[in-house]
């Protein structure tokens, strides 16, 4: 295995708690405990995830995402003790692809590490098959294999979940994708119908991809139903 994973927290035992329990993983950890020195290591150390806490004195969580989500689309955890909606959706806007509240348990934290790194890096061998690499849509073009999208050419940076659900839609143009099963397929997670990560999800994707379409849209809403990719 042996991945690399940034953990960022200015807490000093939640950052060796979850060291250990990535180190029992056979992962590899790196550890930083303000927002500056995580955006040096994300620099030199080229972790394939990150785990970062939101409340950290001078640059906070948020921030440190918005600064990594300009040039890179790696995998992005956030850690809060903050409970509220609103703040898991304002995690998530600013880019993240994952949201846990403190305290964790620690199965499902190493879980939603494992699935996220599964999601982001490896690919279904039946899948690649039965697809082709490189996916055009009109003046969108997606590729799988490196998770790349380029509108008019131009190289737009997404989050992990963001490409999961861009290419699940685009892979089957006209059909008509709802939330639960959009969730079900990207999170590998039951859906519950208070639910709104995919609307969050789409609606970053809109603000990405169809800003640079000139009026264009790209992903469409059937109201009731869910979300659709029109056929070029």
């Keep these: ?27 590899t950890v790196i550890k930083a405990m303000n927002g500056n020195t995580a955006l040096k290591l994300v620099e030199e150390e080229k972790p394939k995830l990150v785990v970062l806490d939101i409340m950290m004195p001078g640059i906070d969580g948020l921030e440190v995402v918005r600064r990594i989500r300009q040039n890179l689309n790696i995998p992005i955890i956030l850690l809060s003790a903050k409970v509220q909606n609103n703040d898991k959706i304002a995690g998530l806007l600013t880019g993240a692809d994952d949201y846990i509240t403190k305290p964790f348990d620690e199965l499902e934290f190493v879980v939603r590490v494992k699935t996220l790194l599964r999601r982001t890096y490896l690919f279904d061998k039946k899948d690649e098959k039965k697809n082709d690499d490189l996916l055009q849509l009109g003046q969108v073009a997606i590729k799988k294999s ?35 099963e ?17 609307m969050v999800h789409i609606s970053n994707l809109r603000d990405k991809i169809e800003s640079q379409l000139e009026g264009e849209k790209l992903i469409h809403t059937v109201w009731g139903v869910g979300y659709k990719i029109e056929k070029p």
């Excluded at 959009?182 to 995919?198: A, D, G, L």
Aim: charged content about 25%.
């Design 182 to 198: 959009i969730f079900e397929r990207v999170w590998k997670e039951k859906y519950f119908q208070s639910n709104n990560t995919v």
């Design 146 to 180: 490196t998770h790349s999208v380029f509108v008019c050419d131009k190289p737009i940076t997404l989050t992990a979940r963001e490409f999961d659900i861009l290419f699940l839609l685009a892979n089957s143009p006209g059909r008509v994708f709802s939330a639960e």
């Design 1 to 27: 295995m042996n991945e690399k994973i940034l953990i960022v927290d200015d807490d000093k035992e939640i950052l060796n708690l979850i060291s250990i329990y990535l180190n029992n993983e056979g992962y």
